[in-house]
Nanobody
Framework: QVQLVESGGGSVQAGGSLRLSCAAS????????MGWFRQAPGKERDVVAV????????SYADSVKGRFTISQDNAKNTVYLQMNSLKPEDTAKYYC??????????????????WGQGTQVTVSS
């Protein structure tokens, strides 16, 4: 059974930091892409950050560049999202996902077929 389990969400004041973790089980960790996505109430699920698991290349949404960092620990089968300088507009439910991408391209929500249950991040002003 493929499983992705997120942790590390919570409430923080603007300017604060959080680190999200995504523990992956099963063969799926050989997926080409791992990513973090977020969805605020009434909005679509958007890409936050992705990592190409083979080479470690990363891509970020413009809104989080310079503040968020995605990384992977292959020994622990875990992907992280370090979030610094948090803003109220970062408030959302954050999801971890894995998949093969779309034509090898990881920066698309359509390239992921395994999803975690999500973890809430709330940033107050």
């Amino acid at each position: 059974q493929v499983q992705l389990v997120e942790s590390g969400g919570g409430s923080v004041q603007a300017g604060g930091s959080l680190r999200l973790s995504c523990a992956a089980s099963g063969y799926m960790y050989s997926s080409a892409c791992m990513g973090w996505f977020r969805q605020a109430p009434g909005k679509e699920r958007d890409v936050v950050a992705v990592i190409y698991t083979g080479g470690g290349s990363t891509s970020y949404a413009d809104s989080v560049k310079g503040r968020f960092t995605i990384s992977q620990d292959n020994a622990k089968n875990t992907v992280y999202l370090q979030m610094n300088s948090l803003k109220p507009e970062d408030t959302a439910k954050y999801y971890c996902a894995a998949g093969g991408g779309v034509g090898g391209y990881c920066y698309s929500v359509w390239g992921y077929n395994y999803w975690g249950q999500g973890t809430q991040v709330t940033v107050s002003s």
